[in-house]
């Protein structure tokens, strides 16, 4: 009774203390995935997560999601530039693990052509990079001008 006590009590002063996050129930949960057709020429970012997502990982999201929305409006809305979430807990998203060869959350960004992909690149290095958003989105925004331009 009294080590049950004082384990309630460590984990109520770790939450408070901000050394533990409670996770939010509305955020469990599978992401929605897009029925939406990718383009046969273009470029697909993908961001994939675990069903239980952490605080940067929704900071992430917003962070992509803004970059698109401001430096590529007129491709994301022609369908040139497409944003999917994938949550690899998901029946049926293993497939993305193997084919381009990772584990964990990470955003990769895809150069497709002619229905297919043409090269791959994983930018896992953006969850070191949080603290600095003008590094994140010239890395995001390079990446995706270079993939556009098709160099």
Request: hydrophobic share 40%; with cysteine; proline share 3%.
């Amino acid at each position: 009774m009294k080590r049950t006590f004082l384990r309630t009590v460590l984990l109520t002063w770790l939450i408070l203390s901000g050394f533990l996050a409670p996770v939010q129930v509305s955020q469990i949960g599978p992401a929605q995935l897009s029925a939406d057709p990718l383009p046969s020429d273009g470029v697909v970012v993908y961001q994939f997560h675990r069903r239980f997502r952490c605080q940067e990982c929704y900071r992430l999201e917003e962070m992509i999601k803004s970059i698109l929305e401001d430096s590529f409006a007129g491709e994301m809305k022609s369908g040139e530039l497409v944003f999917r979430v994938i949550d690899l807990d998901q029946k049926g998203s293993e497939r993305y693990e193997k084919k381009y060869d990772f584990f964990y959350n990470t955003v990769i960004i895809v150069d497709r052509e002619d229905g297919k992909d043409l090269r791959h690149k994983n930018l896992e290095i953006l969850w070191q990079m949080l603290d600095n958003e003008k590094a994140v989105a010239d890395l995001i925004k390079d990446v995706i001008g270079d993939y556009l331009l098709k160099e």
